[in-house]
């Protein structure tokens, strides 16, 4: 199972960016998604996380009001929108598919792991 994450870059604070996370799993679709970030010298840790349907969704704290996370699930996609970048946001982003079709937030709940996209945003 191979899940790919892109759409990092380089970003200056305020801007934005899109990340996209596609799988080569069939039924990527019916698990849910997470996003998770690891800035360096840091520990991964929690960002978004979607149902299998979209109909419920977990932020971090941190990024509430900031990043929305959606899913195409005929498209096999999962995206997160990041407005209003700020520094502490620079960081390779992962995105994993979960055991179930829920949307947990603690990483041992995911089973499959991207390879991250790196996310600077500049001051």
């Known amino acids: 199972v191979q899940l790919q994450a892109s759409g990092g870059g380089l970003v200056q604070a305020g801007g934005s960016l899109r990340l996209s996370c596609s799988s080569s799993k069939r039924t990527f679709s019916n698990n849910g998604v997470g996003w998770f970030r690891q800035a360096p010298g840091k520990e991964r840790e929690f960002v978004s996380s979607i149902s299998w349907n979209g109909g419920s969704t977990s932020y971090a704290d941190s990024v509430k009001g900031r990043f929305t996370i959606s899913r195409d699930r005929v498209a096999n996609m999962v995206y997160l929108q990041m407005n209003s970048l700020k520094p502490d946001d620079t960081a390779v982003y992962y995105c994993?598919?979960?055991?179930?079709?829920?949307?947990?937030?603690?990483?041992?709940?995911?089973?499959?792991w991207g390879q991250g996209t790196l996310v600077t945003v500049s001051s």
């Open positions: 994993a598919s979960a055991r179930g079709s829920a949307a947990p937030v603690t990483p041992s709940s995911y089973n499959y």
